[in-house]
């Protein structure tokens, strides 16, 4: 069994920043993709950043130049930078990974969520 346990999350005000962490732990053989996602009330789970095994990322539109996502492969743990928060990034933030328990079975595991608010 593969846990994601996130942290960071927290009440900031308009242009503040706040760093989250992701730490999978487990059965683990090697982790490839991790992601953040975010999900506001009322609306769908969508990306914010994700980044491959390798370190190649990717952002949401809305997110880019704010935000910065990086791993320690080591530590199997993802973070998410974020910087200029503005009140529309208040969601609930989940932490994903598409883990290998062994060479030929992999699963996608979800971090409980953490929660973002951004007071204007």
């Known amino acids: 069994q593969v846990q994601l346990v996130e942290s960071g999350g927290g009440l900031v005000q308009a242009g503040g920043s706040l760093t989250l962490s992701c730490a999978a732990s487990g059965s683990i053989f090697r982790v490839e993709t991790m992601a953040w996602y975010r999900q506001a009330p009322g609306k769908q789970r969508d990306l914010v950043a994700g980044?491959?095994?390798?370190?190649?990322?990717n952002y949401a539109d809305s997110v880019k130049g704010r935000f910065t996502v990086s791993r320690d492969n080591a530590k199997n743990t993802v973070y998410l930078q974020m910087n200029s928060l503005a009140p529309e990034d208040t969601a609930a933030y989940y932490c994903y990974a598409d883990v290998r328990v062994s060479f030929w079975r992999r699963s996608d595991y979800w971090g409980q969520g953490t929660q973002v608010t951004v007071s204007s």
């Open positions: 980044i491959t095994n390798g370190g190649s990322t």
